[in-house]
Nanobody, 127 residues
C-alpha cells in the first residue's frame, strides 16, 4: 500500500519561509514523477511544483517561480518544497502526490493526473 505523508506546515508572517517534506512508503521510485499541490479556501486544487522526465526535470507554477524550490533526498526517500518570500495568497493546504508509474516524460500539473495523495499540511501566511 502506497502512503504519502507531508509535514512542515505552519503559520508564518509574510516574507517568511517554510520547508515542507513529503515521504512515501510502499513505492520505490515515486520521486521521479510527483507533484506538490495546494488548495486555498474556496479554491480549486492547483499544481505548484513537480518532478518529471525520470526525475531530471522540475516545473513550477508561475505564481511560485523564484520563491519555491523543490529538492529531493534519495537516501531519506523524501521530497522537499522550500518556500521563501511567502505571501498571504500562499495560504492553503499543501499536498504531495505521486503517479502510479515512475516515468512521466512531461510535467503532470493537474490533480487528475496523479494516483496517490498525502493527507495535506496547512500553511498559513499572515500579512
Amino acid at each position: 500500500q502506497v502512503q504519502l505523508v507531508e509535514s512542515g506546515g505552519g503559520s508564518v508572517q509574510a516574507g517568511g519561509s517554510l520547508r515542507l517534506s513529503c515521504v512515501a512508503s510502499g513505492y520505490t521510485n515515486w520521486r521521479n514523477c510527483m507533484g506538490w499541490f495546494r488548495q486555498g479556501p474556496g479554491k480549486e486544487r492547483e499544481g505548484v511544483a513537480g518532478v518529471y522526465n525520470g526525475g531530471d526535470s522540475k516545473y513550477y507554477a508561475d505564481s511560485v517561480k523564484g520563491r519555491f524550490t523543490l529538492s529531493q533526498d534519495n537516501a531519506k526517500n523524501t521530497v522537499y518544497l522550500q518556500m521563501n518570500s511567502l505571501k498571504p495568497e500562499d495560504t492553503a493546504v499543501y499536498y504531495c502526490a505521486a503517479y502510479y508509474s515512475s516515468w512521466c516524460p512531461r510535467p503532470r500539473t493537474t490533480r487528475d493526473e496523479y494516483t496517490y495523495w498525502g493527507q495535506g499540511t496547512q500553511v498559513t501566511v499572515s500579512s
